[in-house]
């Protein structure tokens, strides 16, 4: 029709629009993939959840420690002066005079200078058994080795080398009791790591939904603008017939109405697009950035309208597999399994399995104490048990109860986790096929509004229809065009719900989960052996240098592996 006007002409106006009326507002080209890539590299949740997930991963280093080797020393000099009562002095050589007269009229005083040393190496079994190899060193002078005779040594060397095995046999037996804290870091660990995984998930679903609003609103303008140049094109046609006295005046006032009504629904789709342009900004932008500069994102991708294929019970099974809420609950279930096996060791008594062994040495210096040592001058052994009981254990038994019931509970919320999820999967898969009926029916509306519109211009032109019924059904043929695309968008954002809710939406923006590639060193807080990141397969987008946080390391990992061929 001779009032349809070119998508190409009306889109010479659109960059003023774009920028919302502002000359300092600048446009960018972006893919998805590459709005995807900020998002990853600057997400504040992300970084929230990566540094959660090295804390946990820390944890299990600390939970480790009672089973990792530990090396003991001490050392103390000792100085020494004890009053000596009869018993005493004569226990150590003292005696009377010629017919029993004392020796002494003041208390003796026994001095002893002695220096002490030991040094122990002890180390645990995941079976509880402690295993303590030490040596103690002795040097000592007192008030008799200081006596040359009867002593042989001043000072003397005295040393002892031993073993001592300790093995429970109730508490602490086992490696369900001794593991038990190292499973539940790990355990504690996994869950932050499909935290980590579901938020990135998350992340990008948010990304590209907010995405296809944009292409929505961007292409609204364009709609709304073409009402705008409809109405403009109806008020010159009906003055011209005004002026021709075909036309009432009243006409003309119509027509011009007309055009102010589409100029108002073209400032509220702008201020649409300048909101939808902000909350996908809001994803990847730094507040730096939107401070000193206004930038307006011009989406590169179009919206697809292509049904994949969707089998229920596949998609449901997809998700049970790889929903990452369902395998968080998994790994709950194995920690408080982990905390139950060690409070009810807890609850048992002590009965303690211990023997020793070890080589005593005597000598004036210390090698010669040593190599007499081991020359079996003094050999030890001992063997025997310690038991301990506590006589109130109610608070022990409750530990272990309440580990049990924590323990069923875990079970219970997994199989709670697994119904919504299938229940997610069910919701979001009939609305993908409703929004697709829901396009089929605005297609055939906006034709249907579009046949009318053409129909009633044709009877103004001949005379028998007004202004106000045109650009009614103008107006309703624009709005059945807004609502098509809107409906478009809707079906796009339902897929990629459908992606989110079978954890696959990762895998169908060819984003992969895996060990970072070596780096440079790093602060304190992102070194750790094997770190999980997302890498993204392929983006053209080369993002300028910015600060070296956390989001823009695992951004340079993201970049990395674009340059590596599929």
């Known amino acids: 029709m001779c009032w349809r006007l070119k998508r190409a002409a009306v889109a010479l106006v659109l960059p003023f629009v774009c920028m919302g009326g502002s000359a300092s507002a600048t446009e960018e080209r972006l893919t998805l993939r590459a709005v995807i890539l900020k998002a990853l590299e600057s997400n504040n949740d992300i970084q929230i959840e990566e540094l959660g997930r090295l804390i946990e991963e820390e944890k299990i280093k600390v939970a480790s420690q009672p089973l990792d080797p530990r090396f003991e020393a001490s050392y103390n000099y000792e100085s020494i002066r004890t009053p000596q009562n009869a018993q005493n002095f004569v226990a150590t050589g003292g005696g009377t005079g ?52 009867p002593s042989i040594w001043s000072p003397e060397y005295e040393t002892f080398t031993g073993l001592t095995v300790t093995q429970p046999l109730m508490r602490g037996y086992g490696k369900d009791a001794n593991l038990a804290e190292i499973r539940i870091a790990k355990a504690n660990a996994k869950i932050a790591d499909y935290e980590w995984q579901a938020r990135t998930s998350a992340v990008v679903a948010e990304v590209m939904k907010r995405y296809y609003d944009v292409i929505f609103t961007r292409e609204n303008i364009l709609v709304q603008r073409e009402g705008i140049a409809l109405a403009e094109k109806l008020l010159e046609d009906t003055r011209k017939r005004s002026r021709e006295g075909v036309a009432a005046n009243n006409d003309v006032v119509v027509a011009e109405a007309g055009v102010y009504q589409r100029k108002e629904e073209v400032l509220a789709a702008e201020m649409q697009y300048i909101e939808r342009q902000n909350a996908l900004q809001l994803l990847f932008k730094r507040s730096d950035d939107v401070y000193m500069q206004g930038t307006r994102i011009v989406p590169v991708d179009k919206l697809t309208e292509t049904m994949p294929a969707a089998d229920r019970n596949a998609l449901m099974g997809v998700a049970l597999r790889n929903r990452y809420e369902v395998k968080q609950a998994e790994q709950f279930i194995n920690a408080r399994d982990a905390q139950s096996q060690l409070a009810h060791s807890q609850s048992r008594p002590r009965l303690d399995l211990v023997a020793s062994g070890g080589l005593h040495g005597l000598q004036g210096n210390l090698a010669e104490s040593y190599s007499r040592a081991f020359q079996a001058q003094g050999p030890e052994w001992t063997a025997g048990f310690q038991y301990s009981l506590p006589l109130n254990r109610d608070h022990m038994k409750a530990t272990e109860r309440l580990a049990n019931h924590q323990q069923e509970q875990a079970v219970v919320q997994a199989e709670k986790t697994r119904l919504r999820v299938l229940l997610e999967v069910d919701t979001v898969l009939n609305r993908v096929r409703i929004d697709q009926q829901r396009l089929a029916a605005t297609r055939k509306s906006r034709e249907a509004a579009r046949q009318s519109a053409d129909a009633e211009l044709k009877r103004l032109q001949q005379g028998v229809s ?101």
Do not use: C
């Open 466 to 566: 007004t202004s106000f019924q045109v650009l009614q059904l103008q107006r309703d043929y624009s709005q059945a065009r807004s609502r098509e695309l809107a409906t478009l968008a809707d079906f796009n954002k339902s897929l990629a719900d459908l992606d989110l809710t079978t954890a696959t939406v990762l895998e169908k923006q060819k984003i992969s989960l895996m060990s970072a590639p070596p780096r440079e060193p790093a602060p304190a807080v992102m070194v750790r052996e094997k770190p999980a990141v997302a890498e993204v397969e392929s983006s053209r987008m080369v993002t300028p240098p910015v600060k070296q946080t956390l989001g823009s390391r695992i951004g340079k990992w993201f970049r990395r592996s674009d340059k590596v061929s599929p």
């Open 98 to 149: 010629v017919g029993g007269a004392p020796l002494l009229t003041q208390p003796n005083v026994f001095m002893q200078r002695n220096h002490i040393g030991k040094m122990t190496l002890v180390d645990k079994t995941a079976s509880g058994t402690t295993f303590e190899l030490g040596t103690t060193m002795r040097v000592l002078s007192n008030s008799l080795n200081r006596r040359l005779p």
